[in-house]
Structure formats: structure tokens, C-alpha cells
Nanobody, 120 residues
Framework: QVQLVESGGGLVQAGGSLRLSCAASTRTFDNYAMGWFRQAPGKEREFVAA????????YYADSAKGRFTISRDNANNRVFLQMTGLKPEDTGVYYC?????????????WGKGTLVTVSS
């Protein structure tokens, strides 16, 4: 099992940048695909970005593509989300997610989230 702790959220003006970080408490971090999701007030949680265990496969939501960059540092058990050109609609709680890659079934884990507020 893995524990996930997000950091780096805060208040930023429209057009600004933030870098979110997720620390994972596992000794087998490269067994996990990693991702970021977000939930705006009054809306359902939505996918933002994902990265495979070795960083070779990366996926972005249409809303994130071109503005956000996901990356990972397996040596330090961390995944990052670099966000630029932030818009008010990017406001929400951002969650780090981990998918344990097993031979029989994949198991998902979630962090508690970090709040991002983009002011206009």
C-alpha cells in the first residue's frame, strides 16, 4: 500500500503558474502509474493528467494539454504537475492518484488533495 501527500497548491492570479508535488511513501514507486485529478466546487472529479511507471506514456485532458506538464522522479518517489497559464476555471482541489500495476488486477490509491485557487 502507498500513502500520497500533495503539496504546492495556493492562490494565484489568472495567467500565473504553480507546481504541484505528490510524495509517495512506497519503496516500489516504479510499480505505480501516477496521475492528477481535480474537483471544482459543485462539480464532479475530473481527470487532468497521467504518466506511466517509467514516464514513457503521458496523457492529458483537453483542458490541460498545452498548459500543464506531468513528470515523475522515481529516485525520490515524487510526481509533479507544472501548471502555467492558469485560468479561473482551473480552480479546485487537485488530487494525486497512484495505480499499482499487478499481474492480476490494478489497485488505485488517492491523496487527500491540495487546493488551487485562481483569481481573475
Amino acid at each position: 500500500q502507498v500513502q500520497l501527500v500533495e503539496s504546492g497548491g495556493g492562490l494565484v492570479q489568472a495567467g500565473g503558474s504553480l507546481r504541484l508535488s505528490c510524495a509517495a511513501s512506497t519503496r516500489t514507486f516504479d510499480n505505480y502509474a501516477m496521475g492528477w485529478f481535480r474537483q471544482a466546487p459543485g462539480k464532479e472529479r475530473e481527470f487532468v493528467a497521467a504518466i506511466s511507471w517509467n514516464g514513457d506514456d503521458i496523457y492529458y485532458a483537453d483542458s490541460a494539454k498545452g498548459r500543464f506538464t506531468i513528470s515523475r522522479d522515481n529516485a525520490n518517489n515524487r510526481v509533479f504537475l507544472q501548471m502555467t497559464g492558469l485560468k479561473p476555471e482551473d480552480t479546485g482541489v487537485y488530487y494525486c492518484a497512484a495505480r499499482l500495476l499487478r499481474w492480476d488486477v490494478d489497485i488505485d490509491y488517492w491523496g487527500k488533495g491540495t487546493l488551487v485557487t485562481v483569481s481573475s
